[in-house]
């Protein structure tokens, strides 16, 4: 009987000292650290639960969706359609947009300033009605006693929680934000050629492209900006957090699906304004726009130099002013663009699907 008990004492403080190892970030040295709320302290055990939720159809009501039903990596965690799609073919409102660094976006919907945090955010997909994408309002009890019964979840929630070790809305949303914030990608070439100093990480016509992006002419960096090329950022060393929402003139104001922040606002003047997103890996995440009513990147240019869809639309930005390129210089700045994509994240085995082919976390099964 010895044995059996050694190996089990062993088995236990091995999980005890997952459970309390720290989180060490592996990002480059130029890259500050996302900030981590003092009440979800990153561990290691605390990201593996939450890889394997994030992959975990039994949080749907069916069975049939997962979070990365709508953030694929190979698609940089944005799903390829024009609005995200839930639970028996419901279609949302909003293009669902890649989450590649998405700890350090201090805002995190399209439209709704008041979402702020990945522990929030999270409740949003899994009990939103409308739209409906989960479909797991009213069903609590039922998505908790499935993981319950699955013997991963019985270690690993206790691992991660040893204060709180079942399954409940407050360990799900917190082990799903913080394997989130472990999706950071900064290996693109135009890191390497920008941070890392090597002239051939990207080519020539890339960088007569970033001057374009960075220059008076297009006026692309003034919303797209820093190493996030959004101007939506918070970072651990940040004092001040920036926020930016935009109305770019793709919308007439009096048609359906451009309201913005006015929404919440209610003040005419936040009428479609939309958050700036992210333009890492964006070579990877068409179809664009909140709405993603834009499907290339061609289009994208386009929609500018004209000075918006609607270019006379109330309330639109003021650095919304349009320009000219010629076929060159287009090619040039969509070439900068594709120096964004991040080959490493989009393959990273880290961030990949945890759970065997067959196993009830997989999608597409029959719930009981």
């Known amino acids: 009987m010895r044995a059996p008990l050694a190996v089990a004492a062993l088995a236990f403080v091995a999980g005890a000292a997952l459970a309390a190892e720290e989180w060490h970030w592996t990002i480059p040295a130029w890259l500050p650290p996302p900030p981590v709320p003092a009440d979800n302290p990153m561990t290691e055990a605390k990201v593996a639960l939450g890889r394997h939720l994030f992959y975990d159809a039994r949080l749907s009501l069916d ?18 359609r024009e609005t995200a799609i839930g639970i028996q073919g419901a279609e949302g409102r909003r293009n669902a947009p890649g989450l590649a660094n998405v700890a350090y976006l201090p805002v995190l919907t399209w439209g709704n300033p008041l979402i702020t945090s990945l522990e929030q955010h999270a409740l949003i997909p899994m009990f939103g009605t409308a739209p409906v994408e989960m479909g797991s309002a009213g069903a609590e009890t039922a998505i908790f006693d499935r993981l319950s019964a699955d013997p991963f979840y019985a270690d690993a929630f206790p691992l991660a929680f040893p204060d709180r070790p079942a399954p409940d809305l407050f360990t799900i949303t917190r082990a799903i934000a913080a394997f989130e914030r472990t999706l950071i990608s900064a290996n ?63 919308h007439d104001p009096v048609l359906p699906g451009g309201d913005g922040i006015a929404a919440f606002t209610l003040r005419p003047e936040d009428i479609g304004r939309f ?21 290339t990147l061609s289009d994208v240019l386009d929609n500018y130099a004209n000075a918006g869809r609607f270019p006379d639309t109330p309330h639109k930005s003021s650095l919304v002013m349009g320009f000219t390129l010629s076929g060159t210089e287009k090619a040039d700045v969509i070439a900068f663009l594709q120096s964004l994509t991040d080959e490493e994240f989009l393959t990273d085995p880290r961030f990949a699907d945890p759970w065997p082919d067959g196993h009830p976390a997989r999608v597409n099964r029959t719930m009981p």
């Open 63 to 80: 069975g049939t969706v997962t979070c990365a039903s709508c953030h694929d990596q190979a698609k940089a965690f944005s799903d390829g």
């Open 275 to 295: 958050r700036t997103p992210s333009l890492r890996n964006v070579a990877l995440t068409a179809p664009y726009m909140h709405d993603g009513s834009v499907a």
């Open 188 to 250: 693109a070439p135009y890191d390497k050629f920008k941070r890392e100093g090597d002239p051939a990480a990207i080519s020539d016509a890339a960088k007569r492209g970033e001057n374009l992006f960075f220059g008076e002419r297009l006026e692309c960096y003034h919303c797209h900006g820093g190493f996030n090329f959004t101007d939506n950022i918070v970072t651990s060393r940040m004092k001040m957090v920036e926020r930016g929402f935009h109305n770019t003139g793709l």
